[in-house]
């Protein structure tokens, strides 16, 4: 069975940081682009990080450029994203997405608080 279980989240303060996993398993992993959402209360979910197959290229929204890193070991079957410096406005539940040109899987998600 298809699984992509986050973790790593939790409540940090404001210029604090974070580092979220995925793992992923019952597919091809190293053959997905892989990519970070989030959503928070209210809103609608939104692309924070996709990273290509091989690991080779990166896409950041503007809102995080610059302080968060997303990263993938294809040995391990696990995405990363480093998250630096943040933010209030950075609390929402995040989500792993494994996407190929067949197949769209999504994780349950992790819950980052960024609170004083």
């Known amino acids: 069975q298809v699984q992509l279980v986050e973790s790593g989240g939790g409540l940090v303060q404001p210029g604090g940081s974070l580092r979220l996993s995925c793992a992923a398993s019952?597919?091809?992993?190293?053959?997905?682009?892989m990519t970070w959402y989030r959503q928070s209360s209210g809103k609608e979910r939104e692309l924070v990080a996709s990273?290509?197959?091989?690991?080779?290229?990166?896409t950041y929204a503007d809102s995080v450029k610059g302080r968060f890193t997303i990263s993938r070991d294809n040995a391990k079957n696990t995405l990363y994203l480093q998250m630096n410096s943040l933010k209030p406005e950075d609390t929402a539940r995040y989500y792993c997405?494994?996407?190929?040109?067949?197949?769209?899987?999504w994780g349950q998600g992790t819950q980052v608080t960024v609170s004083s």
């Open positions: 997405n494994a996407r190929n040109a067949n197949n769209n899987y």
């Open positions: 019952g597919f091809t992993f190293r053959n997905y682009v």
């Open positions: 990273i290509s197959s091989a690991g080779g290229r990166t």
